[in-house]
């Protein structure tokens, strides 16, 4: 079903940057939420055609969560969580990502019912705490897994490179702009990069060449500089030295990339 939702709307080439994605799961995981409660009524939940109460809290758990989700995505996982140094996510990171979020949305969720007239005629105890427990893990969970690889099928993140390794496997896949600079050293590549809104530089081993990279890098602006790097001219803070012993200042790094005499006439025109 996702293929042929891919093919119909691939004629329009939306791609994504990071954070469109997180905000369209966001939204879109919200209404999903709304709209699978109202025409499923699952786990018992019933209400009359004139219950406008129980409705409005209804929509209030879903603005919930997508407000809950949002925050998650675009302050705790872009900002406050490269703050702790955390930035590598293995299969236990994931699983527990997706944990905290449900809990967190179950714990506003409850404050709300706890807030809203219906606590008084239904006590915010245990009962009504497990039926939250519920909703998250079988409805929201599903719900969020879906949409996100919804999203990433339909629309790809924005200019996506792929640089493939050579024995395929540890391919890795990059934002043009999130990459600072390759250098390689034998069969193996050392990619230097960025994520988001975090400016610390990460680094990624793949076994490649430089043939290899240059090739897959051959429709992006990015430029080899040295018989050992290629650069990626939107990073370059300065062009030092003449064209015999030029040198690049990259942002965000202490390391001075060499050029070579036959590269030097592009990187003379980056001078400031």
């Not at 219906?118 to 705490?129: G, Q």
């Not at 497990?130 to 879906?146: D, N």
Request: hydrophobic share 45%; with cysteine; net charge positive.
């Amino acid at each position: 079903m996702v293929s042929n939702l891919k093919m119909h709307f691939s004629w329009s080439q939306i791609n994504l940057t990071r954070k469109q994605e997180q905000f369209l799961m966001g939204i879109a995981v919200g209404i999903l939420l709304i709209l699978s409660i109202f025409t499923l009524k699952p786990f018992g939940i019933r209400f009359k055609g004139g219950d406008t109460g129980f409705r409005l809290l209804l929509l209030a758990y879903a603005l919930a969560t997508s407000a809950v989700l949002l925050c998650n995505e675009m302050l705790v996982k872009n900002i406050l969580l490269p703050k702790f140094r955390f930035r590598k996510w293995s299969g236990s990171s994931v699983f527990l990502w997706y944990f905290y979020q449900m809990a967190s949305v179950l714990i506003v969720c409850f404050l709300i019912f706890s807030l809203n007239s219906y606590s008084s005629r239904l006590p915010a105890d245990l009962t009504v705490f497990m039926i939250g427990l519920r909703m998250v893990a079988f409805l929201l969970a599903p719900l969020m897994i879906l949409v996100s690889f919804t999203i990433r099928k339909l629309f790809p993140l924005d200019d996506l490179i792929t640089l493939k390794s050579s024995d395929k496997s540890s391919d890795f896949q990059i934002l043009p702009a999130e990459l600072f600079f390759i250098e390689c050293q034998d069969n193996y590549a050392a990619i230097y990069y960025t994520e988001g809104d975090d400016n610390h530089l990460r680094k990624k081993l793949i076994r490649s060449t430089m043939s290899a990279l240059e090739e897959q890098l051959s429709n992006a602006d990015i430029r080899k500089c040295h018989r050992s790097f290629i650069v990626n001219p939107l990073h370059i803070q300065a062009v030092k030295g003449n064209k015999k012993q030029m040198r690049l200042v990259l942002k965000n790094t202490d390391r001075i990339i060499p050029v070579s005499r036959k590269h030097s006439d592009f990187f003379e025109k980056l001078r400031k």
